[in-house]
């Protein structure tokens, strides 16, 4: 690779492998950072930032693990330490930055057909390989890597398995996987870059590992050259013994663990088969609060680990619970562009893109250092946050026109919590979450607005008794009724799927393919399942008893026979269920959104295929199933099964019930989300009405002040 001084072109490690291509930059003073725009350059001394987690293991609040990852920009960046950049990235240049921690090496080979094959092998192992290059007496040596891991014991394990792997075994030639740390001994620092690389050379050339660690004491820059990568201080003493028999007259001491070094490798992962350049991977050493910052660009950088998103503002790359932590820091009006874009459609009206802003906003303030090393994360868990690919002028004139407002009660920033679709009605906090706040109260909400243009479709029955929804486009009536009066219909194109639910999903198998001419019953008609009127199901016992498992605090005990409401809230939401005659005991009733297998919401019914129940001429009711799940039918010569496929039972109002043989449960309901606040589709319906964004806030948050900051 190459280093650009000032105003001259010197070479950098070009004869140890590294990418002969790559053009990096000894990087100018903060002064000189033309690159970057003044607003983002100063937003953290401007206290106007906001840092959104990207990567890290924060425990059970936030859980995202990746070893690297990988940055580019079409306009170059900076990195180094926050306000001293070391280095510059070329334009399009991708740079990798890891830790340097325990990690595997697997095998070292010349021949790049074992690279592959250990490489796919790997792979199939649900593991994740780098491949590294180096040069060992001039010709090219290919490493392979798995980690970083947190600990020698969690690497040993990962070793362990890839070591008595019978398709790995044949390339153990000379040397089965190690375990190797973050442990060296250092060969000295050198002011020039050459110097560096001619002494890693020689140790590369007798067979040990080295590597440049580029540092910085007190003025420019050091190229360090370290040795090795011990794992404890055992493995530490038997590295200083070998290098004294293989480098004799070399001075070796071990690294001061509390400095920040950058140790500069070529890693080859994607193009070692094909003679692709190397990207130039960086593994940051250092104590505990060690920061790599990654300046940002005026072009944005590009991070390939998030779907190659592209991000405004910088980079911190840290460790946390030994994992790799990126955390992207940038203004917040900036941030916000992105996450109204991703909340709401850019096509809706103005003012509920206005609303959408001043909520946003102020979520993200309330939070303050809710995640540790950031106030936020780029999922849902916090606000959908996508980086610059998804901003679009609509929603960006939104934060513009409201910049720096905010909601307030009693001088205080409220949580503005808000859900895609309330399904008519908002939730009152204390029947989602169980605690009362003041301005999260049920209101009404014009959410249908989600259903416009929808089509609908018919639940129908086929010749086999087999029940499911087809679009009302794909049937047309054929005039004819069965003998209970029910409607026939006919397919009217080849290939018709009959689908589980009245949506097209494309991750769930039709219950049926049908053909031009076959003849159904039509049961129902309803709108497509949508963020307003929704259905899922049918499920089974055991698919519901798998879901709800570990979010109770009594587990439940065998088949489910029975499953009802029992507790509902001010907005007709589901506060209590309980599951064979005993409540099931939730955190908070949110809860039983994922305890039903994903439930879009609490406002829901449930429908059981599995009983039905008889009035009586008395007025005595009776639900006839039976206690291993087999409904019965009660006939004049007494109990009979049913079919073991669907069966129907129709009220005196003609309307139908479905009764399978075994007992299925479907959940037919209402909204998106847990639907306190602000509903998305709500405020979308209110600016149709004509409201502004100030009193679609009002509307849905009680009492609230719009303050500017």
Known sequence: MYLLGRGRTRSFMGKVGLAATLTLSVAATPMMMNSISAKEATASDQGDSIRVVLFADLGSQYKAIQSTVTLTSSSGFQFGVQGDPWLNASTNQSVKFGLDAYAVKVLETTDTRE??????????????????????????????????????????????????????????????????????????????????????????????????????????????????????????????????????????????????????????????????????????????????????????????????????????????NNRLALVNELPLEQYLYSVVAMEVSPSWPAESLKAQAVAARTYALFQGNKFKIGQVVDTTLSQAYYGMDKEHPNTNAAVEATAGLVMKVGGKLIEPVYSSN?????????????????????????????????????????????????????????????????????????????REIPLIQADAKPVAIVNLGTEVVILDKTIQSNTMHWIRGPYTSDELVKAMSGKSKTPVGGAITRLEVSGRGPSDRVTELKVNGQIFDVKNPDTLRSALNGLPSTRFDIEETGSYTILGANGATRTLTSSNGKVQAVTSKGNAALNPGSNLVMGGHGQVHVITGEALYRFIGTGNGHGVGMSQWGAKGLADQGYDYQSILQYYYKDINLVKE
Do not use: C
């Open 422 to 498: 309330s399904g008519g009605k908002t939730a009152d906090s204390s029947e989602i979450w169980g605690n009362k706040t003041s301005y999260l109260v049920s209101v009404d909400s014009p959410d249908d607005v989600a259903e416009k243009g929808l089509p609908y479709w018919y639940r129908v029955m086929m010749s086999d008794n087999t029940t499911g929804y087809v679009r009302e486009d794909l049937v047309k009536d054929s005039g004819r009724k069965t003998d209970a009066g029910l409607p026939i219909y006919t397919i009217t194109t080849d290939g018709t799927n009959i």
């Open 115 to 320: 690279v592959s094959s250990v490489v796919n092998r790997l792979q199939a192992m649900k593991e994740a390989p780098s491949v590294m290059m180096v040069r060992r007496q001039g010709a090219a040596t290919y490493q392979i890597v798995l980690g970083d891991y947190v600990s020698a014991t969690e690497a040993g394990r990962v070793r362990d398995r890839v070591t008595t792997d019978a398709n790995l075994a044949a390339y153990y030639k000379k040397d089965k996987p190690v375990v190797t740390g973050n442990m060296h001994l250092s060969a000295g620092s050198y002011g020039s870059e050459q110097q560096a690389a001619a002494v890693q050379q020689r140790i590369l050339d007798a067979g040990m590992d080295a590597f440049i660690a580029i540092t910085k004491n007190g003025g420019g820059l050091q190229f360090a050259v370290w040795v090795g990568q011990a794992a404890d201080q055992a493995e530490l003493n038997t590295l200083r013994n070998q290098a004294s028999q293989k480098l004799p007259g070399m001075t070796l001491q071990p690294v001061d663990a509390s400095q920040m070094g950058l140790l500069a490798r070529d890693n080859v992962t994607a193009g070692y088969a094909n003679g692709n350049e190397p990207i130039p991977h960086y593994s940051m050493s250092g104590a505990a609060g060690s920061k790599l910052w990654v300046n940002g660009s005026s072009a944005g950088i590009k991070l390939t680990e998030r779907s190659n998103r592209t991000y405004r503002g910088s980079f911190e790359i840290s460790a946390y």
